[in-house]
Every structure is written in C-alpha cells, then in structure tokens.
C-alpha cells in the first residue's frame, strides 16, 4: 500500500517539473557538490592502472643520453673525500680527521654538524691532490674505522663528480643532487683546492 502512494506522488510531478526542481538543487548545492563524485567512487575513476607511464621532463636539461666519446682522465682536476658520521661515531671522525691532518698535505675543511649542499649527513671533507689518490684510497678503505667515505673527482661538471663519478668506502648512502650547480659567472671552471694541512708524522707502510 505504502509503495503505490509513494508512486501516485512521484507521478505527480511531470519531467519538466523534476528537471526544474533538479536543477534549482544544483544552483543551490553550488558547483563542488555538482563534481564531487557519488558516495563510494574514487574521485581518480576506474581502471587507473591500464594509464601509459609518463616519462619525466628530464632534470638535466641538453644533456645527451650516450656521450659520444669518452671523457680524458685529465678533465680530473684534484679529490674531495668526504666522512660521514653521526652522534655515535663522531669519535671515530675525529679521530680520522686527526690522523689525515697528521699525515698528508690536503685542505682540510671545518666540521659540518648539519646537512650542508648535496650531503644529508654531518661530514667533514678534505680535498687532495691527484698524485695522492693511490695512497689516499687504500689508506682510508684501511682506516674508515667502518664510517661511509665519498671520493670524488673535481671536474666542471660537480653533479655528475658526486653521483656519477663517485667511489664509495663502506655503505654508500644518498646524495642530493638537485642541489648541486655548475659554476656560476665568475666562479672557477673547476672546484679548486688550497691544502692548509702540515704533515707531522709518515705514512705507515709494512
């Protein structure tokens, strides 16, 4: 009984006049309850995994995707070497940073105890010579004391030194590389090194 009165009272209003009524809902809902999707839709439809895969504006902007001749070694300029650590191994930094200092005559740079330019990490660095790179990298891969090590070489192009280039003692770990620039106006082709260190003790050998 209850169903047929709902339908007399349904049928009562002709099309134009439910038209009419919808659309006066439409008006007053506003624009956003119009697009919002029905309950329990997702609002990115359906069947969203059959979507191709977008390929990225690529971030280094020219560059080719296979050179077209190798690179001379002798764009390499001089090293970076950078030690991470944290607080449970500043000690074992410190005490590689004393023993570079000690031994080889490199730029030794200040602690940094927060993320600094493309390192996530607090580090230190130094910078070396090339003629010190065969000593200097079995020397460390020997005293890291387990810290994660980045050398690098310094060339004009400093985001391919760090994330291309690189050689990793122990874990490597992430580098920002969006954060790192060619020289700008004005500023060296390459990163230049100024050692400041004055060794004290030799270099110990079997």
Same mark, same amino acid.
Do not use: C
């Given at each position: 009984?209850?169903?047929?009165? =709902?339908?007399?009272?349904? $049928? ?10 919808? +659309? ?6 506003? &624009? +956003? ?13 359906? $069947? ?10 690529? #971030?280094?902007?020219? $560059? ?7 690179? *001379?070694?002798? !764009?390499? %300029?001089?090293?970076? +070497?950078?030690?991470?650590? =944290? %607080? !449970?191994?500043?000690?074992?930094? +410190?005490?590689?940073?004393?023993? #570079? ?8 740079? =200040?602690? /940094? ?16 010579? /090339? ?5 200097? #990298? ?17 060339? !004009? !192009?400093?985001?391919? =030194?760090?994330?291309?280039? *690189? ?8 580098? /920002? ?9 004005? $500023?060296?082709? #390459?990163?230049?090194?100024? &050692? /400041? ?8 050998? *079997?």
């Amino acid at each position: 009984m209850k169903e047929e009165v =709902d339908r007399h009272w349904a $049928e009562l209003l002709s099309p134009r006049r439910r038209n009419l009524l919808a +659309a006066a809902a439409g008006v007053l809902a506003g &624009p +956003a309850a119009l697009a919002a999707p029905a309950a329990g839709q997702s609002p990115w439809g359906y $069947e969203t995994y059959k979507q191709p895969t977008p390929r990225p504006d690529s #971030v280094r902007p020219g $560059e080719q995707s296979l050179p077209a001749k190798p690179r *001379a070694y002798t !764009d390499i %300029e001089s090293y970076h +070497a950078h030690i991470y650590f =944290d %607080e !449970d191994s500043h000690q074992k930094a +410190a005490l590689i940073r004393k023993w #570079v200092a000690e031994r080889f005559k490199v730029e030794l740079g =200040d602690w /940094n105890l927060e993320p600094r330019g493309p390192h996530v990490t607090p580090s230190f660095y130094f910078g070396f010579s /090339n003629d010190l790179l065969h000593i200097i #990298v079995p020397w460390l891969q020997l005293n890291s004391l387990g810290l994660t090590i980045l050398i690098h070489p310094n060339t !004009d !192009d400093p985001r391919a =030194d760090h994330l291309y280039y *690189a050689l990793w003692v122990n874990r490597a770990q992430p580098v /920002n590389g969006y954060s790192i620039k060619k020289p700008g106006p004005g $500023e060296p082709r #390459v990163e230049q090194i100024y &050692p /400041n260190t004055r060794p004290t003790l030799p270099i110990e050998k *079997a």
